[in-house]
T-cell receptor
Framework: GESVGLHLPTLSVQEGDNSIINCAYS??????FIWYKQESGKGPQFIID?????DKRQGQRVTVLLNKTVKHLSLQIAATQPGDSAVYFC???????????FGAGTILRVKS | DTGVSQNPRHKITKRGQNVTFRCDPI?????LYWYRQTLGQGPEFLTY????????KSRLLSDRFSAERPKGSFSTLEIQRTEQGDSAMYLC????????????FGSGTRLTVV
């Protein structure tokens, strides 16, 4: 969904289920993408990144999928845990090392 | 090295006062970035440095804002004549300009202008 001001989209999942968080990025020329997790009162924490020459990358319990045709990025979290509750942001840039442009965040709530 | 360090963590100031924040990046990182984040929004780019050179400044960075990185290590962000609209979290990040694994962010400085 779209986020406006304080009304970030929220995804609520049951502990142990898989989570999928989506992001639409803005620039078709972007070359590098990152997912960040941000907990209350803390800075964004790196989760996983992917370059535009790939369409999938896996980490520990996380997978990022990139669809350049529709400028869409998704983050899949396997076996979601209460500690995964946070706001998740995708970010893009034209070339690694330059400024990042952040998308609207998604709140992930994990129910025990 | 324990990551990107920002000081102070919180700052409350009266409107019209000047404030200065400090960022100590990861020591081997040559790029340093400043972002601003307001409640419910993603971080917005302000400016970045490669070593001591300031390579880009956002239009968000009005003439009341100035950033420096004099020796290519730590950086300062100064806001002059603060306004209530400056209240936000100010985040610093650092990276290597090639390769690496993302950009590492600090915990931020939360500014409240009263």
């Amino acid at each position: 969904g779209e986020s406006v001001g304080l009304h970030l989209p929220t995804l609520s999942v049951q502990e142990g289920d898989n989570s999928i968080i989506n992001c639409a990025y803005s620039n078709s020329a972007s070359d590098y993408f990152i997912w960040y997790k941000q907990e209350s009162g803390k800075g964004p924490q790196f989760i996983i990144d992917i370059r535009s020459n790939m369409d999938k990358r896996q980490g520990q319990r996380v997978t990022v999928l990139l669809n350049k045709t529709v400028k869409h990025l998704s983050l899949q979290i396997a076996a979601t845990q209460p500690g995964d509750s946070a706001v998740y942001f995708c970010a893009e840039n034209l070339e690694y090392g330059n400024k990042l442009v952040f998308g609207a965040g998604t709140i992930l709530r994990v129910k025990s | 090295d324990t990551g990107v360090s920002q000081n102070p963590r919180h700052k409350i100031t009266k409107r019209g006062q000047n404030v200065t924040f400090r960022c100590d990046p990861i020591s081997e990182h040559n790029r340093l970035y400043w972002y601003r984040q307001t409640l419910g929004q993603g971080p917005e780019f302000l400016t970045y440095f490669q070593n001591e050179a300031q390579l880009e400044k956002s239009r968000l960075l009005s003439d009341r804002f100035s950033a420096e990185r004099p020796k290519g290590s730590f950086s300062t962000l100064e806001i002059q004549r603060t306004e209530q609209g400056d209240s936000a979290m100010y985040l610093c990040a650092s990276s290597l300009d090639r390769g690496g694994h993302g950009y590492t962010f600090g915990s931020g400085t939360r500014l409240t202008v009263v």
